[in-house]
């Protein structure tokens, strides 16, 4: 079960660093494809600031998980995880409030079963 919450962790990480890259350097042309239908096309160039800034918090994320995949000491480790997937289903669970419940299932859930395997292990 240590494998698949290592994997899982390493999963939620990478979409992360997509987000990030997607918000900080692709926001109109990556955003626009993710968040058709939410948000008008001309309003995209002028909230380009606000998507970066959301950018750099999912990299914070990111930067996170991978650095709980880097600890040696297994209880640090998994501390650390627990820290930041916690902080993902958060974000994840009140964006989902807020502005689609997609986001629930984009970003909270996984980060629930990423938790629930670490937890297991």
């Keep these: 079960m240590e494998i698949i919450s290592k994997i899982l962790i390493a999963l939620v990480a990478l979409e992360h660093l997509y987000i990030l890259y997607m918000e900080m350097f692709a ?5 626009k494809k993710s968040f058709k239908g939410a948000l008008p096309d001309e309003l995209f160039k002028p909230t380009k600031g606000l998507a970066k800034n959301q950018g ?7 930067a996170g ?7 040696s000491d297994e209880i640090w480790s998994k501390n650390i995880a627990i820290f930041f997937l ?3 289903i958060v974000a994840g669970i009140y964006g989902a409030i807020t502005a689609s419940r997609k986001i629930f299932f984009v970003q909270a859930l996984p980060a629930i079963l990423a938790l629930i395997a670490l937890l297991l292990s």
């Design 27 to 31: 926001w109109e042309t990556l955003g």
């Design 56 to 62: 750099l918090y999912n990299g914070f994320l990111a």
């Design 86 to 88: 916690g902080c993902v």
């Design 65 to 71: 998980l991978i650095w709980s995949l880097m600890i």
